[in-house]
């Protein structure tokens, strides 16, 4: 009987929670559009560009988004700082992971350029996490860039979070 009771109990909190999301999506859609980031977004759409999300356009690392100089910045900056324990080269040496080609492409394709960022400021080096300057850090994510084989542009990536979260990696260019 208690048994009953909770599964009883169990239901009506499930349907109230049921009612309530239908009553909050009905709502919505009475007000005729939805905005997220002030953007107005039809509600009879049936896809919505992902660039609406973050109030500009999406980007890809095959835009050119850091410069051959910034580049070669980073990798002074990289062979200070992480090569260490990341190598010369890169690879890693077994314990710590190898940043360039395969390796790379299996653990940051599809994300944004910021993930990749902020795992690095955040984490490296090891002995000191975020004890660069940001600029410094947006370097060497540029060296990684150039290493992996991404072309360069005219302008210098930023280390700005709003425009990092825009930059997406691609293994191949979209």
């Known amino acids: 009987m208690k048994r009953m009771k909770r599964m009883t109990r169990i239901s009506i909190v499930v349907a109230g929670g049921m009612l309530l999301l239908s009553g909050v999506t009905a709502s919505s859609q009475t007000r005729g559009r939805v905005t997220v980031d002030n953007t107005p977004i039809d509600p009879d759409a049936t896809s919505v560009d992902p660039s609406v999300y973050r109030g500009s356009e999406r980007r890809s690392v095959y835009d050119g988004i850091y410069t051959e100089a910034q580049a070669a910045r980073g990798q002074a900056t990289y062979l200070q700082a992480c090569a260490q324990c990341h190598l010369d080269d890169l690879a ?9 080609g395969p390796s790379f ?12 960022f902020e795992a690095i400021r ?4 090891q002995e000191a996490p975020a004890s660069l300057s940001g600029q410094a850090y947006a370097d060497i994510s540029a060296y990684i860039l150039q290493v992996n084989e991404y072309p360069p542009g005219p302008a210098e990536l930023a280390a700005d979070v709003e425009a990092l979260e825009r930059i997406f990696i691609d293994e191949v260019a979209p």
């Open 92 to 100: 890693g040496d077994g314990v710590t992971p190898s940043i360039v």
């Open 105 to 116: 492409h299996f653990r940051w394709d599809e994300d944004t350029l910021l993930a990749m």
């Open 122 to 125: 955040d984490t490296m080096p």
